[in-house]
């Protein structure tokens, strides 16, 4: 459906010149839903005006919905649906004009513009609102009016430029369960771009990570994660009840000494659950950090290895690998601190650099515990109450 090499989009501003996008190769087969993932300026959007011909590429080729963007503008447009980041819908204009003029704008006869356009009313929720204007409905309700007027031409390939921004997440939620819908329906291609972790997570099937007018990354979201985070498992692990006196502890451990937790730790969990280490506290809680993929799977597994090796769990903590992960771990860079940043204009940068939000942790070893940072730097939550680090 689409299939760009070495697209190009450079500026030229006055003295100023930007880069916006350093010579991408893109592919999307039908029936995808791709996800555009990168932090503000990263050249997402020029990419998106580029692929649907409403900016001419510097160099470089697109072809898009069976046309090239540059030789056939007018027929990738008459293929494509575009949402860009503004509402599209004139705000002193009824709602159902604006979808009976995109209708007629893409020539269609009147008795099918007006079943299209009654069809997506219906489907998008938007019964009931065709004679309001577009400036009193919510935000919400005027992204799915965009939505429509994408739509209206029954584009096999639908662009859409941060289509959520700026909607509450019950919003959000609802214009995605449209999306999906309208995809089912029609079996649309999808593009889309998005700041929002989380929704390129859940909802794409493919996400194409873009820094700096570059792709750093295109795969999975589950095989980004593998590729590029690990899962982090923290553990609260202290010595079974009457473990004192199990013989078979830890190499060089005397039968009936006090145990040494850390070396059955360390004899208990070999290199085959994940990197493994280790932190004593004053209370003699030994908070242990596991590093590595299949977190899920591999939590069990080190429970019960502990359990046979004469320790007992107090507390688990299970942090899946992020796509945040994923942006820090090939950047240096926190996408979800930038994105926040970004939404609050009068904070002061912080200088870039691989960093890891500090853990937090709700079992007894949270006063212990400071693990050394591992090899896959992580923003996170907490699986036990669910706050956000910062
Ligand atoms: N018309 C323009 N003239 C000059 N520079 C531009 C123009 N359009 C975009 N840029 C610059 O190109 C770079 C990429 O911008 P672009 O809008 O593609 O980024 P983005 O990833 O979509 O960002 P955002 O998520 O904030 O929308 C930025 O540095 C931007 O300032």
């Not at 890891?356 to 992580?378: E, H």
Request: net charge neutral.
């Amino acid at each position: 459906m689409i299939r760009a090499r070495g697209l190009t989009k450079t500026f030229h501003r006055k003295k100023e010149t930007v880069e916006a996008v350093k010579g991408i190769d893109v592919d999307v087969r039908e029936g995808e839903l791709v996800a555009f993932l990168g932090p503000n300026g990263a050249g997402k959007s020029t990419t998106l005006r580029m692929l649907t011909s409403l900016l001419e590429p510097t160099a470089g080729t697109a072809e898009v919905a069976g046309y090239d963007v540059s030789r056939d503008p007018a027929r990738v447009r008459s293929r494509i649906g575009f949402i860009g980041q503004g509402n599209g819908g004139g705000y002193s204009y009824r709602v159902l004009d604006e979808l009976h003029n995109q209708g007629r704008f893409y020539g269609l006869p009147p008795a099918e513009y007006a079943r299209r356009a009654a069809d997506l009313l219906a489907a998008l929720d938007l019964g009931g609102l065709e004679k309001r204007t577009v400036q009193s409905l919510s935000g919400g309700q005027r992204r799915r009016l965009d939505v429509a007027l994408g739509l209206m031409n029954h584009p096999p390939l639908l662009f859409l430029d941060e289509p959520t921004t700026g909607l509450d997440p019950h919003a959000r939620a609802n214009l995605w369960e449209h999306i999906a819908a309208m995809r089912e329906r029609y079996g649309m291609t999808i593009v889309l771009t998005t700041h929002y972790l989380d929704e390129a997570d859940s909802m794409a099937e493919r996400v194409v990570v873009i820094d700096h007018g570059e792709i750093i990354a295109d795969a999975t979201p589950d095989a980004l994660k593998h590729s590029h985070a690990d899962d982090v498992i923290t553990l609260a692990v202290v010595p079974a009840p009457g473990a004192g006196s199990l013989p078979g502890g830890a190499p060089g451990e005397r039968s009936g000494a006090v145990p040494d937790v850390v070396g059955r730790v360390r004899a208990s969990l070999t290199e085959d659950v994940g990197q493994v280490e280790t932190t004593s506290g004053a209370d003699g809680v030994v908070s242990v950090r596991i590093s590595t993929t299949h977190g899920a799977d591999r939590l069990p597994e080190a429970i019960e290895a502990l359990r046979v090796g004469g320790l007992a769990v107090r507390s688990a903590e299970l942090q899946q690998a992020s796509l945040d992960d994923v942006f820090l771990n090939l950047t240096g860079r926190s996408l979800r601190e930038e994105a926040a940043r970004a939404r609050a204009p009068t904070s002061r940068p912080r200088p870039a650099g691989r960093r890891r939000a500090p853990t937090r942790s709700c079992g007894p070893g949270s006063r212990s515990s400071s693990p050394t940072p591992g090899p896959s730097s992580r923003a996170r939550s907490c699986s036990c109450c669910g706050t956000p680090s910062r």
